[in-house]
């Protein structure tokens, strides 16, 4: 079964330092999400993405953050000047929407970002 | 905010009983998920119901819809060990045309062998 991967799974960093998130969406997917969970929390949406901009992205995806697809394969989360509280795990997600209502959404396996 | 809040937040039961969570929402929605969670893991999707369904089917799951009350519920009949894990429910938007779904807080659940 096609999968969404991530890559690294771990990504440790220091305060302030800009780290970049890799995610390889399911190949004929046309929408593109990121969530975060804070260790026990909810999971939360921070941005989806579809036609190579951004469709809607909530109050936690602030200046820092960033979003891009560089290429047809990859979707990648930048955050320029990591802070503590951005450590969690970051899911990636790919769906195919058809018709007027969202599908199911496909997850990735996370990358866990620690920020010392 | 649309989100979905479940209930109970955690659920302990024997191997063989049946579980059962709900979720309740605040917005009018196209459509309501339920996904699974593994400690650790991404989310997988489990089942998805219509707003104009009132009950779904799969396998061992059953999900209802009631949308004049705004909630949902997931049943797990038969649990096993391995059904051990966060639920959560997702809901999107009816007039939304941005796409997303937001999740609610999540129901852990545990079986005990």
């Known amino acids: 079964e096609p999968e969404v991967t991530q890559t690294p799974s771990h990504q440790v960093t220091q305060m302030g330092q800009e780290v970049i998130l890799r995610c390889v969406p399911i190949s004929n997917h046309l929408y593109f999400y990121w969530y975060r969970q804070i260790l026990g929390q909810k999971v939360e949406f921070l941005v989806s993405?579809?036609?190579?901009?951004?469709?809607?992205k909530s109050e936690i995806f602030d200046d820092q953050f960033s979003v891009e697809r560089p290429d047809g394969s990859n979707f990648t989360l930048k955050i320029r000047s990591t802070k503590l509280e951005d450590s969690a795990m970051y899911f990636c997600?790919?769906?195919?929407?058809?018709?007027?209502?969202?599908?199911?959404?496909?997850f990735g396996s996370g990358t866990q970002l620690s920020v010392l | 905010s649309q989100q979905g809040e479940e209930d109970p937040q955690a659920l302990s039961i024997q191997e063989g009983e049946n579980a059962t969570m709900n979720c309740s929402y605040k917005?009018?929605?196209?459509?309501l998920q339920w996904y699974r969670q593994n400690s650790g893991r991404g989310l997988v999707h489990l089942i998805l119901?219509?707003?104009?369904?009132r009950e779904k089917h799969s396998g061992r799951l059953r999900v209802t819809l009631d949308t004049s009350k705004k909630s949902s519920s997931l049943l797990i009949t038969a649990s096993r060990a391995a059904d051990t894990a966060s639920y959560f429910c997702?809901?999107?938007?009816?007039?939304?045309?941005?796409?997303?779904?937001?999740f609610g807080s999540g129901t852990r659940l545990l079986v005990r062998p």
């Open positions: 917005t009018s929605i196209n459509n």
């Open positions: 119901i219509r707003s104009n369904e």
């Open positions: 997600a790919s769906s195919e929407k058809r018709g007027a209502y969202n599908e199911k959404l496909f």
């Open positions: 993405f579809y036609n190579n901009e951004i469709s809607e």
């Open positions: 997702a809901t999107d938007a009816e007039m939304d045309s941005s796409y997303k779904l937001i």
